[in-house]
C-alpha cells in the first residue's frame, strides 16, 4: 500500500490558471515537504512543514501556498501558473523535521501550457 | 550556502561489476548526508546516512558510502551492481544544527547497469 499519495499523478494546466496539488502521508510522520524537480534544475527544496506550522519556506514567489488541513496532509496550491511552473513536484515526510531520513511520495507531474 | 556536487552526470557498467558514485560537498558546519535513488517515474528512495562516528555505513541493497571530511566527500560504492540498480542516485546534505528539514541534493547521477 503506498505510504505518501500524491494526486493527481499528472496535470495539465494553462497559463494563469490555479491548480492544488494533493498529499497525504500514511506513515505517522510529524514533518513534511515539498520538492521541485525540473529539466532545467536540480531536485529544489521548497517548504518543510512542523506539526501543521509551517518552519521553512525556500520559495520566492507567494504564488506557492502550502496547506496543512489536518497532520497527514500537506497540500501546495499553485497561483497564476506560468510556464516555468512546469516540473514533478514531490511530497516527502519524516518522523521528525531533524530526521533527515525523508520519504518521497511518486510525484506530481505539472505541465503548464 | 550549501552546495552539492555529483560531477559523473551518467555511469555505465557491466552486471557485476563494481561501480562508485561521486559526491563532493561544500559546507562548514555540521552536516548530515545521504543518498537517495530514484528510479524512472517514481520518488526518491532513502538509501544510507552519515552524521558521526564509522565514517563508512552500510545501506540498503549492498551500498554504502565512505564520508571524507578532508576530502570533503561522500561517495557512493557497490562491489557487484544488478540491472535493477539502474536509476538516478542523488546526494544531499543537511545543516544538523538546524531543524527544518532542508535537503539540499547534487544534480544526480544516473547509473546504467548493461546487463
Known amino acids: 500500500d503506498p505510504k505518501i499519495i500524491q494526486k493527481p499523478k499528472y496535470l495539465v494546466a494553462v497559463t494563469g490558471s490555479e491548480k492544488i496539488l494533493i498529499c497525504e502521508q500514511y506513515?505517522?510522520?510529524?514533518?513534511m515537504y515539498w520538492y521541485r524537480q525540473s529539466a532545467k534544475k536540480p531536485l529544489e527544496f521548497m517548504f518543510s512543514y512542523s506539526y501543521q506550522k509551517l518552519m521553512d519556506n525556500q520559495t520566492a514567489s507567494s504564488r506557492f501556498q502550502p496547506q496543512s488541513s489536518k497532520k497527514n496532509h500537506l497540500d501546495l496550491q499553485i497561483t497564476a501558473l506560468k510556464p516555468d511552473d512546469s516540473a514533478t513536484y514531490f511530497c516527502?515526510?519524516?518522523?521528525?523535521?531533524?530526521?533527515?531520513?525523508?520519504?518521497f511520495g511518486p510525484g506530481t507531474r505539472l505541465t503548464v501550457l | 550556502t550549501q552546495t552539492v556536487s555529483q560531477s559523473d552526470a551518467h555511469v555505465t557498467v557491466f552486471e557485476g561489476d563494481s561501480v562508485e558514485l561521486r559526491c563532493n560537498y561544500s559546507y562548514g558546519g555540521s552536516i548530515y548526508l545521504s543518498w537517495y535513488i530514484q528510479h524512472h517515474g517514481r520518488g526518491l528512495q532513502f538509501l544510507l546516512k552519515?552524521?558521526?562516528?564509522?565514517?563508512v555505513v552500510q545501506g540498503v541493497n549492498g551500498f554504502e558510502a565512505e564520508f571524507s571530511k578532508s576530502d570533503s566527500s561522500f561517495h557512493l560504492r557497490k562491489a557487484s551492481v544488478h540491472w535493477s540498480d539502474s536509476a538516478v542516485y542523488f546526494c544531499a546534505v543537511s545543516d544538523r544544527g538546524s531543524a527544518l528539514g532542508r535537503l539540499h541534493f547534487g544534480a544526480g547521477t544516473q547509473l546504467i547497469v548493461i546487463p
Open positions: 552519515y552524521y558521526s562516528g564509522n565514517p
Open positions: 506513515l505517522g510522520h510529524n514533518a
Open positions: 516527502a515526510s519524516s518522523q521528525e523535521p531533524i530526521s533527515y531520513e525523508q520519504y
